[in-house]
């Protein structure tokens, strides 16, 4: 804890924490280090640990990074954070993302931007953004994100980690502040596999307060990490071929399909014609759903109140004028829009047709494949600023994450290689659902 402390000090640049839970972490590891000794310590012991700043932890404060939440502290821990405590993990505090997780650069954070470690002019991606720059510059052993459409898995790939989203349901999100609820998966992101396996099997399974969480067993993960025979994996025409992907990451999905079938194992190409449709039927549902989501900050029951507000309609105005930022407030806009009378039919119904053909197509591939390899993004992590001005070319950079998020798949994202631009570049592997086990060994193969 000590050596972690000193580093998030000497590391505050980066801006990955938005706070430090000091006193007590290093207390926490006096308690543990004791219970280590009597021989009662739990399978996370010595784990030190860094949460989203969306998800709860009783008594300390949480903002999913939004001024409308500033100085509101969790009344309740999430799921994840009980199953973390009950195995001594050491919780050092809460890391900065995108507001509500809205964005893939943690450039929409209130409290600023987080600087990739591996070259500060560049972002860090997101939303997840602290938790991934945490991770890669060691200012903690592991770290946990939310991932709604790519949030662990592209961050983890432009800093070089491993991020893993789980099945939807497999992990409880009681206690994650919502985005877009039918698309909200809590994941690590590690350095090794093996971390990822171990919070993986501590933090998931069933939970009576969210009934979408499933209580299919949960494998010990940590346990089964060798992937034994051969496997039989796709690659996606569409993806590998795709006009915007970076041609050091083509060549670098090329060497390890490569790499692979000298291994033995299978590839194939298979088609996902349905390619072009993901970024706008992700964006359609999920602004749907956080609009309803995100209505609950009004003013008066959680956060920010404006100091302007005289009435009852002028705290709402106020309070949400003044308390979302630019992104979070269109958002909300366009997910009023598509939801609204009218309007309905043409898009939101229609982007949930969409979404069961999306899914449909990716398990039709994998009903004859394990795996789906493909790109995470399709480039490296860009300069600081960059893509801020026009929010639609910063949406088309989800274009390769958010197919697993509307199928509701498992999903990883393995580091693998340096661009010549010396930034990470990381591959994705999409698994059959709640095939964790597979993902997570078969990824070894990988690293
Ligand atoms: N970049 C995507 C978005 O802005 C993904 C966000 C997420 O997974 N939370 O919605």
Not at 87 to 114: H, K, Q, W
Not at 270 to 289: G, K, M, N, S, W
Not at 290 to 316: F, K, M
Request: hydrophobic share 40%; charged share 20%; net charge negative.
């Amino acid at each position: 804890v000590n050596n972690y402390l000193h580093r998030i000090n000497a590391n505050q640049h980066l801006n990955a924490f938005v706070e430090v839970f000091v006193d007590e972490a290093i207390q926490k590891a006096q308690l543990i280090d004791k219970k280590i000794k009597n021989g009662t310590a739990g399978k996370l012991a010595g784990m030190v640990i860094g949460i989203k700043d969306n998800i709860c932890y009783k008594n300390h404060k949480v903002s999913a990074s939004s001024k409308i939440l500033e100085g509101f502290t969790s009344i309740y821990s999430s799921t994840v954070v009980e199953r973390l405590l009950a195995e001594d993990a050491i919780i050092i505090g809460r890391l900065n993302c995108d507001e509500f997780a809205m964005g893939g650069s943690n450039e929409t954070s209130y409290y600023g931007p987080v600087l990739n470690a591996a070259d500060t002019t560049k972002v860090s991606g997101g939303s997840s953004g602290g938790s991934a720059v945490a991770v890669q510059a060691d200012l903690c052993l592991a770290a946990l994100g939310t991932d709604t459409g790519g949030s662990v898995r592209q961050p983890a790939a432009f800093c070089g980690v491993v991020g893993l989203k789980p099945t939807y349901g497999r992990v409880s999100r009681h206690g994650i502040i919502a985005f877009a609820s039918s698309f909200d998966q809590v994941g690590p992101i590690t350095k090794s596999i093996e971390d990822a396996a171990l919070l993986l099997e501590v933090i998931a399974g069933k939970d009576e307060y969210d009934g979408t969480a499933t209580s299919i067993p949960v494998p010990n993960y940590s346990n089964e990490l060798n992937f034994n025979g051969k496997a039989r994996i796709a690659y996606l025409d569409e993806t590998l071929n795709s006009e915007g992907l970076d041609p050091e990451i083509r060549a670098l999905m090329q060497q390890n399909i490569d790499l692979l079938r000298a291994d033995g194992h299978t590839v194939e190409e298979a088609h996902f014609p349905l390619l072009d449709y993901v970024v706008p039927t992700y964006y359609i549902l999920t602004t749907a759903e956080a609009s309803s989501n995100l209505a609950r900050y009004d003013g008066v029951h959680y956060g920010y109140r404006s100091p302007q507000a005289i009435d009852l309609e002028s705290t709402y105005k106020k309070s949400r004028t003044e308390g979302f930022g630019l992104e979070v407030k269109r958002r909300i806009m366009l997910g009023t829009f598509v939801l609204s009378a009218g309007y309905y039919d043409a898009y939101y119904a229609k982007a949930q047709r969409v979404r069961r053909m999306i899914m449909d197509n990716l398990n039709e591939i994998l009903s004859k494949y394990d795996f789906i390899l493909l790109p995470n993004a399709p480039t490296t992590a860009w300069n600081l600023g960059e893509k801020l001005k026009d929010p639609v070319v910063m949406y088309l950079e989800d274009i390769f994450t958010v197919q697993a998020s509307l199928s509701g798949l498992p999903a990883i994202s393995v580091p693998v290689g340096q661009h010549s631009n010396n930034l990470p570049i990381g591959l994705q592997l999409i698994g059959k659902k709640f095939d964790e086990a597979g993902l997570l060994s078969f990824s070894k193969i990988l690293l």
